[in-house]
């Protein structure tokens, strides 16, 4: 067919298609549409926000440099908060990323059965994902609200607990715990969304040489479910993993930091000082400072993912 | 009761002489004021008044108030007022949770609302984004008396008003009369000893008298800082620096509060400001601080317990009686074209008429911040919400006795005093009192001792 | 010609024993699916019920609180009488769907490149897209705001649709650089060897075969876009021009008292229908888009 296409196009159009055909022209060429996006509304917030963590900025007032004083205020500040919320925000991470992992794998590999109803049930599966996120968090707290907690009323009325049942927002491993069920509860979805797409994308005839050398469908899963899903798997868990880290608005609506701070995050505590307290160079500071870590993690994830295979 | 009464009545006799001598001063300072008053505002030819412009329009932003008829009366009365003067009038009401990102994001784009709502001492936050309106509160003071002097605190930065005083959100105890005479409590305590002994009586009902120690944005404040001061206790002292929670009496308020927690009053470091409400609405508690919501719904909705309900004022310490209530201003923001129109619109808002307008129709959930607005009808009409007038007198700012100011709102929105209370009081009441004292220090102490 | 990998899964080999056609079918499949559906739906359950409660049943817990004793549809209609809940859908939808399709036309082209071709830079300009999702937006909306003065957008829906893009387009370039490179480069390769252009074999090859890796982008941006809430409060004012998470918050959370019959109602009409659609929507591409296009 390229005979042809090339017979009916002009010369000059000819040599332009030539020019795009050698992959450094047309790579950069197609990414004009999105760093032109990015540069317009991110650039400048981006390095605004980066500047500001190094300045002594109040709301409504530019600062000055200051260097790393905001950081070195933090990571000085004795009364622990600070480090409390970073603690907190990697276990709220890690903690939910390993079930929404396992979860969205097995959720994927459920939907990728053919059974009844299948339409309703991946519609269902789907809706902890789609519902308006202020919405459910509000309704999670109030699942957990001690005086109505419907969760307890379930738990007392078959007797897995005495009543009044655990306080769920009002202790703080309870308190840790309900924000990671609300979490993955909520996240679990994504994962199996992109999970089932990216077992589509492998091919079947992979399976079909498998089971004719009788392999097990464990070890079809292994040797090529897993190996073939690995850039998708990697690049969901680098997308989700970041997400969670600045997650903000389910933790703040069902905790808030509270009991006494024992279950803040890095996100909550820069929000607090940033916005109601008027410091932005601090919260900026807050939220900035695993920066570095992250950038190197995703530096790493992005050549794992260009390594040839 | 009578007691209570005696000292509000008082209390009302001297703020009639400060507004007769306030209104005597101003119009010996300006006497133009007191004739342009006279006779109408848009006659007299005085450059003190603003003027609206006819084609102008303003939008102010603010809180949606828990009363929806008021809000929809506020609205009614921009609108009429816009109509009236040529004005296009656009209010937004968002949450209270919402506000203040609204609100930073405005100051920090220089762009935004002509009005916006402060809570608590954000004047102090955005001062340079608040135009001056000292004139305007003086035209106020004229007419009005003399503000409240919370409201004035918060809304003055360096003499300077940033902020035209609005309203106050006054906050009382609601209780259960049916479960109080059951413990055999006749009236509600009347000190913070008598609550103490008053829980555990309720203990035996069932129904205990329950109120938040997270971090609620209004009722962990009103209820700890009050507790706190009762008792001598204080966050910084007056010059707004040095950090003084250190002491004996905060040793005393704490102490206080676990023997309450340990005979029966129960503490919810996982409530939030809708959570005594619901409790309250669902018969769970005998007994909750919070503004008047929860009568006034009772009363207008559920008509369950509105007769076994009744309002009572914050209970004294051995250092006397003390009270924190919401408080909102009116900011005329410095990018506004129409400054003018928007200081002349919240100036026809607060004339006398209009305003117990509205807070007839808020029906207790507001009261007025001038003396004008002390003997507002509408307290009157059910002395149950009585109550509600009585705490604003003694109410007081987070971080008293210092004034507010930037450092004070980071030690409020960090619930600082809050969480002090709440590490003591976890596991019962029997948290460690030293351990609590010394984190509330030192987070206290990073935020004051900031350069 | 292949056929997709869902029947291939599903179809058991030749040989088995009888009875794991049902019994261990049941174990495999529908008990952990009936499990991840109790848990997934019952908050939704909740919800549904609360939204058919009156006010004082609300509080009740003296019965049961699973079920609903005088339904009322009461808080459905206050929904759409009383609120401008239908305007809030339709803006939702509007901004979601047009916000949508600029960032997968951005991404589909910047996520081939990146994972496609080799050239100087490519590396670092990953890196860089990304890097910008590490700044929380909990700050970002300050700036942010300052470049929406400058465009006169405030109170505009062109604010939420060009600004959604900033966070859509990272996160569907990087999701489909993972479609992309789990592609074979024979494939291209091969029709490269025919004759056929780059820019030809990125269109009738590569885009075709990452498609259900496309439209899961396609499904995450429209959520993404669907659920925003910080830039849609910060930038819209007028309750006409807001969407469903804003103004169902704002309208219907007064002060400390929360009307929950109403908002459990706008959270269900806000999530149900697009749920619907998606289930399509995902069979369509679980149905075997790649049917006929990976040789078999």
Request: proline residues 6%; charged residues 15%; neutral net charge.
């Amino acid at each position: 067919m390229g005979t042809a296409t090339r017979a009916a196009v002009p010369a000059w159009s000819r040599r332009r298609v030539r020019i795009f055909d050698r992959e450094a022209p047309l790579g950069y060429l197609l990414l004009v549409p999105t760093l032109l996006v990015l540069g317009i509304f991110l650039l400048y917030p981006f390095l605004f926000g980066i500047w500001l963590s190094i300045t002594d900025s109040e709301l409504g007032n530019l600062g000055k440099f200051i260097g790393l004083g905001n950081y070195r205020f933090e990571l000085r500040n004795t009364d622990g908060v600070f480090y409390t919320a970073l603690v907190n925000t990697f276990l709220y991470t890690g903690i939910t990323t390993v079930f929404k992992l396992g979860l969205g794998l097995i959720m994927a590999l459920l939907l990728n059965q053919a059974f009844p109803f299948r339409r309703f049930v991946r519609a269902a599966l789907l809706l902890p994902y789609i519902i308006p996120t202020v919405l459910s968090y509000e309704a999670w707290r109030w699942m957990f609200d001690p005086t109505f907690s419907v969760i307890n009323w379930l738990l007392v009325h078959i007797h897995l607990v005495p009543y009044p049942g655990p306080n769920w927002l009002g202790v703080t491993s309870n308190a840790m715990a309900a924000l990671m069920i609300v979490n993955v509860w909520r996240g679990t979805p994504f994962y199996a969304i992109a999970f089932l797409a990216g077992m589509q994308v492998i091919p079947v005839d992979l399976y079909e040489a498998a089971r004719v050398d009788g392999a097990t469908r464990w070890k079809q899963f292994t040797n090529i479910t897993l190996p073939l899903l690995r850039p998708v798997l990697l690049v969901v868990l680098l997308l989700s993993t970041i997400l969670t880290f600045a997650d903000f608005q389910g933790p703040f609506v069902l905790a808030n930091g509270a009991p006494y701070n024992s279950t803040q995050l890095l996100s909550i505590w820069a929000y607090q000082w940033g916005i109601p307290g008027g410091a932005i160079g601090i919260g900026a500071a807050i939220s900035l400072v695993l920066f570095p870590l992250l950038t190197l993690v995703v530096a790493g994830v992005l050549f794992l993912l260009r390594r040839p295979e | 009761m009578p007691k209570g009464n005696k000292r509000t009545r008082s209390d009302w006799s001297r703020r009639e002489f400060l507004k007769t001598a306030g209104v005597a001063a101003a119009t010996l300072a300006f006497p133009e004021i007191i004739i342009s008053c006279g006779g109408q505002s848009s006659t007299g030819p005085s450059t003190t008044i603003p003027k609206a412009r006819k084609g102008a329009s303003i939008r102010l932003l603010q809180w949606t108030s828990f009363v929806k008829p008021a809000d929809a009366e506020f609205k009614r009365q921009a609108a009429e007022w816009g109509a009236a003067n040529g004005v296009t009038v656009a209010i937004e009401t968002v949450t209270g949770d919402q506000l203040q990102p609204k609100t930073a994001a405005a100051v920090e784009a220089n762009s935004g609302p002509d009005i916006i709502q402060m809570q608590y001492g954000w004047p102090h936050l955005y001062t340079d984004s608040c135009l001056d309106v000292s004139n305007e509160v003086n035209i106020l003071i004229g007419k009005l008396g003399k503000p409240d002097p919370v409201n004035a605190a918060f809304c003055q930065v360096d003499g300077k008003w940033r902020a035209i005083p609005y309203t106050i959100v006054p906050n009382a105890w609601t209780y259960r009369t049916d479960y109080f005479q059951q413990a055999g409590v006749s009236s509600f305590p009347k000190t913070w000893d008598e609550l103490t002994a008053a829980a555990a009586k309720l203990k035996t009902t069932g129904k205990h008298i329950e109120q938040t120690d997270g971090h609620a944005y209004g009722d962990s404040l009103t209820m700890w800082n009050p507790v706190l001061w009762g008792f001598g206790g204080k966050e910084v002292n007056a010059d707004g620096k040095t950090v003084a929670i250190n002491s004996k009496e905060t040793r005393d308020a704490i102490r206080w509060a676990q023997g309450a927690v340990q005979a029966g009053f129960v503490v919810h470091p996982e409530w939030l400001d809708p959570d005594n409400n619901q409790a309250y609405h669902a018969d769970r508690i005998s007994g909750t601080l919070n503004g008047a919501s929860i009568y006034i719904r009772e009363k207008i909705e559920f008509h369950h317990y509105t007769d076994v309900t009744n309002n009572a004022p914050m209970p004294s310490g051995p250092k006397g009686t003390f009270a924190m209530n919401l408080i909102f201003n009116h900011a005329v923001m410095k990018w506004s074209p129409d400054a003018e129109t928007a200081k002349a619109m919240l100036l026809a808002l607060m004339e006398k008429d209009t305003y117990l307008k509205w807070t007839a129709i808020a029906a207790g959930y507001n009261a007025g911040p001038f003396d004008a607005f002390h003997n507002d009808p509408v307290f009157a009409a059910d002395p149950k919400l009585k109550a509600f007038q009585d705490v604003v007198a003694p109410g007081k700012w987070p971080g008293w006795p210092a004034l507010p100011s930037k450092k004070t709102a980071q030690a409020q929105t960090q619930y600082i005093v809050a969480d002090m209370f709440a590490k003591a009081l976890a596991n019962g009441g029997t948290g460690d009192i030293e351990a609590a004292v010394k984190g509330a220090e030192t987070s206290l102490k990073a935020i004051f001792e900031r350069p | 010609m292949a056929t997709v990998a869902r029947p291939a899964l599903g179809k058991r080999p030749a040989g088995r024993v009888i009875g794991d056609r049902f019994v261990g079918r049941a174990i495999r499949v529908y008990l952990p699916l009936l499990l991840l559906l109790v848990v997934t739906l019952f908050p939704f359950y909740w919800m549904a019920v609360t939204s058919f409660k009156s006010a004082s049943e609300l509080f009740d817990f003296s019965v049961s609180p699973l079920w609903v004793r005088q339904p009322t549809l009461e808080w459905y209609h206050h929904l759409f009488t009383e609120t401008n809940f239908p305007h809030w859908a339709f803006n939702t939808a509007v901004v979601a769907t047009v916000s949508t399709l600029i960032s997968l036309f951005c991404s589909i082209l910047a996520g081939y490149s990146l994972a496609r071709l080799r050239y100087r830079g490519a590396d670092s300009i990953g890196w860089g897209i990304f890097v910008t999702y590490l700044v929380p937006p909990t700050l970002l909306f300050l700036p942010l705001t300052i470049v929406i003065r400058e465009l006169h957008l405030f109170n505009n829906l062109w604010a939420l649709i060009l600004t959604y893009p900033t966070f859509l387009i990272p996160f569907c370039t990087w999701m489909l650089m993972g479609f992309f490179k789990g592609i074979p480069r024979e494939l291209e390769e091969a029709a490269l060897v025919d004759g056929a252009t780059r820019i030809q074999a990125m269109v009738r090859i590569a885009i075709p075969l990452a498609l259900p890796g496309i439209l899961a982008a396609a499904l995450f941006a429209f959520t993404l876009s669907w659920n925003e809430f910080l830039y849609a409060l910060i930038f819209m004012n007028d309750s006409l021009v807001k969407t469903i998470p804003v103004g169902v918050t704002q309208e219907l959370i007064h002060g400390d008292e929360f009307f929950w019959g109403e908002l459990m109602a706008a959270a269900l009409l806000g999530s149900v229908p697009v749920a619907v659609l998606y289930s399509f929507f995902v069979d369509y591409f679980v149905a075997g888009m790649t049917a006929g296009a990976v040789k078999g």
